[in-house]
């Protein structure tokens, strides 16, 4: 399955180009961004290298991630949306959004549509995803896809030089109706 384009309501995912480089570099490369992800700012040659990789995994067989561009209207990558395979039927979800895009839907849209597509067409049975917990963004997306919270990982991630807990949200395949808000 590659190269896939999955449409939105307001965004597409589609597997990341190498001329999204510089795109990517916006957002893995911005503090405002990272503080709340799992891994530091990166810099232009780590950005080019992430692309480079996510290209490379995408076209494997069987393919293990489903790491995608999210895309604008105009086709631009605005931020990225991550299921990772892990295990039978089961996927971590993962996804960031360009701070200079905040406040439009763009993290709500594609995590819902990520998450479909997981359940849909790739006959997940569970999702899963964590977050730190003083991101109270990205904890409403999850919450507005019906996710339900687990519990706390303690120490769960080291990021920008300190541990950092992260809080365990999941659905089921039998909990998605796919019309979440």
């Not at 990772?84 to 360009?98: C, V």
């Not at 763009?106 to 849909?120: K, L, P, W």
């Amino acid at each position: 399955m590659y190269p896939i384009t999955i449409p939105g309501r307001v965004i597409i995912l589609r597997d990341m180009r190498s001329a999204d480089a510089a795109d990517a570099l916006a957002i893995v490369g911005d503090d405002r961004v990272t503080q709340w992800l799992s891994f530091d700012s990166r810099d232009q040659a780590a950005a080019v290298a992430m692309v480079e990789g996510t290209i490379q995994r995408a076209q494997l067989t069987p393919r293990t991630e489903y790491y995608l561009a999210v895309a604008d209207a105009s086709d631009r990558m605005i931020g990225f949306a991550r299921l990772g395979l892990t295990g039978h039927q089961a996927a971590k979800l993962g996804y960031a959004i360009g701070a200079d895009h905040w406040g439009h839907g763009y993290a709500t849209d594609a995590a819902r549509t990520i998450v479909n597509f997981g359940f849909q067409e790739l006959g997940l049975h569970r999702i899963t995803a964590a977050i730190g917990p003083d991101n109270a963004a990205s904890i409403a997306v999850v919450e507005r896809l019906g996710m339900q919270f687990e519990g706390r990982l303690r120490d769960h991630v080291f990021t920008n030089g300190a541990w950092r807990d992260s809080l365990l949200y999941s659905i089921l395949g039998p909990e998605w109706s796919g019309a979440a808000a």
